[in-house]
């Protein structure tokens, strides 16, 4: 008798694994491994019989091909372990509205916290389905332990019914996704994959094949410092400098101020005292050349507002952080399209999107396996208000299954 995607669910997300991003080490937090380990026993229980957790916290493991076809490409289906630091992740207490017929749902341990359908219109779309939320102490940790639920039983059921045809299917379970170092050591040829998905989109029937492009810049301004009582005409404070930068960013370039394929300039760090000071950005578009703009644009405020302190100096440095997962994409259309077959072979009507943040896949399709987004249901994500559906989640089942079919038929 296979187990639920719920009731797998369940018990992952029971099991604190929150990331840390002032850690050093990998994993960044050391408890991410007894989720890991758990994963492991589960899928040598099912008969993934290569199953391991390798000394990063990473699970590894492989469903092998069952189909005479050799042409069938291998295809990895990711999902990531850790839940983000925004909001704790201890103790979740998940509980679940069974049958949901409509309206808000308050959470019980905190009355303050209430799932509004007016924030959630998608709650519309889950009439008589069973919603898992947290008690509203935590986040729940459906980012991305639905993810992890739904390959876990998708293994199960194509191990189970070997009359579906497929290739090779490697799954892999990341560390620290949340603080941006989920895939910093993943074993690419160990994993041998030609392809990817990571299961860790929102709404049912979503696919995403395009992320943000993400810069980090770094401003260190050296001001002149000196008493007050002889500042006249001679102090060049760097605190003043910091916030006259601040001051003159475009309003209408920031998080808060744009949505759908617009970028920002986030002012996201701030320390200084009178000689020095520290500004921390980070910028995202969708395309290199709009990135690009707007770090000039950023230089050149800087060097606007440098020429009012003469005696004053700074440096203006750029991080690469992540790319748009779109270019490398379009190079093999084929993934987005396979994993559009399978969404609507499950029943539900595709929706494309693209994310206002990063994946795991669109560092992993940088470096060198070509990385699409799946839906795994989740909603309202890194917050107490966090839900996901008992129903959803077994449409992204289904969906890995089809998906898995399509590659072969297709070879
Ligand atoms: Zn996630």
Redesign the pocket.
């Known amino acids: 008798m296979a187990v639920s995607v719920t009731d797998r669910f369940l018990r992952y997300v029971v099991i604190d694994t929150q990331s840390d991003a002032s850690s050093k080490t990998q994993p960044s937090t050391e408890k991410q491994k007894n989720l890991g380990r758990l994963l492991v026993d589960e899928l040598l229980s099912i008969g993934v019989s290569d199953a391991h957790l390798d000394e990063h916290g990473y699970v590894y493991g492989t469903i092998p091909s069952n189909t005479p076809k050799n042409s069938v490409p291998v295809i990895c289906i990711c999902?990531?372990m850790d839940t983000?630091p925004d909001f704790s992740g201890t103790n979740v207490k998940p509980q679940i509205v069974r049958n949901y017929q409509g309206g808000d749902i308050r959470l019980p341990a905190d009355s303050s916290r209430v799932i509004r359908v007016a924030d959630h219109p998608v709650l519309k779309d889950m009439i008589g389905h069973d919603i898992i939320t947290s008690d509203g102490t935590t986040l729940l940790g459906a980012?991305?332990k639905a993810?992890i639920a739904e390959i876990v039983a998708a293994a199960e059921f194509l191990i189970n019914n070997p009359d579906i045809k497929h290739g090779t299917l490697r799954i892999l379970f990341t560390t620290d996704?949340?603080i941006g170092r989920g895939v910093d050591k993943v074993d690419l040829k160990k994993l041998g994959a030609d392809f990817g998905y990571?299961m860790?989109g929102g709404a049912a029937g979503s696919i995403e094949d395009e992320t943000f492009s993400a810069d980090a810049v770094d401003i260190a301004i050296t001001g002149v410092a000196i008493h007050p009582g002889q500042a006249y005409g001679r102090m060049e404070n760097a605190i003043r400098i910091a916030g006259d930068i601040i001051a003159r960013l475009p309003r209408d370039m920031a998080p808060e101020t744009t949505k759908g394929r617009d970028g920002f300039i986030h002012p996201t760090g701030l320390l200084g005292v009178m000689e020095k000071a520290n500004l921390s950005f980070i910028i995202r578009d969708f395309t290199e050349e709009g990135l690009k703009t707007k770090e000039a644009l950023l230089e050149k405020i800087t060097r606007d507002v440098m020429e009012n302190y003469q005696g004053s100096s700074y440096t203006f440095t750029v991080k690469e952080q992540y790319r748009n997962m779109k270019e490398v994409l379009d190079r093999h259309p084929e993934i987005v399209e396979h994993a559009v077959e399978a969404i609507k072979r499950a029943g539900m009507e595709p929706r494309r999107d693209s994310i206002r943040g990063g994946?795991?896949g669109s560092r992993l399709s940088f470096m060198g396996l070509p990385c699409a987004n799946i839906f795994?249901g989740?909603h309202a994500?890194h917050s107490p208000l966090e839900f996901v559906s008992s129903q959803d989640m077994d449409k992204a089942v289904k969906t890995i299954v089809e998906l898995a079919k399509v590659w072969e038929e297709r070879a």
């Open positions: 999902a990531h983000a980012d991305d993810g996704e949340e990571t860790d994946t795991d795994a989740g994500f």
